[in-house]
């Protein structure tokens, strides 16, 4: 059974930074598809950035703010957050889709994955 679980979140002053983690479990193919998303409250989940192979790719809102990475031997994604403003403040969710399931698509969209953790809450106070 896949499992993704996210840490590092927390509470920051504006103008700081965090690390995400995601540590995947129970997965045996290559890290191909992997995403970063965000939803704030009110508000429809939001992807921020994604890896196809070592393609990346960034939402504008988040764009020389936030770096995606991968570790695959410890199997764990990053999402390095810097200059967080107060709108960054969501739940973050990692997401993966299997290297198997080619997709050509835009990875920074919910249906471009089959699995998902549970979240990581990120406040960026003013």
């Known amino acids: 059974q896949v499992q993704l679980v996210e840490s590092g979140g927390g509470s920051v002053q504006a103008g700081g930074s965090l690390r995400l983690s995601c540590v995947v479990s129970?997965?045996?193919?290559?890290?191909?598809?992997m995403g970063w998303f965000r939803q704030a409250p009110g508000k429809e989940r939001e992807g921020v950035a994604a890896?196809?192979?070592?393609?990346?790719y960034y939402s504008d809102s988040v764009n020389g703010r936030f770096t995606v990475s991968r570790d695959n031997a410890k199997h764990t994604l990053y999402l390095q957050m810097n200059s967080l403003k107060p709108e960054d403040t969501a739940m973050y969710y990692c997401?993966?889709?299997?290297?198997?399931?080619?997709?050509?698509?835009?990875?920074?969209?919910?249906?471009?994955?089959?699995?998902w953790g549970q979240g990581t809450q990120v406040t960026v106070s003013s």
């Open positions: 997401a993966l889709r299997p290297s198997y399931a080619y997709f050509s698509g835009n990875l920074l969209t919910e249906g471009a994955y089959s699995y």
């Open positions: 129970g997965y045996t193919h290559t890290y191909y598809y």
């Open positions: 890896m196809r192979g070592d393609n990346i």
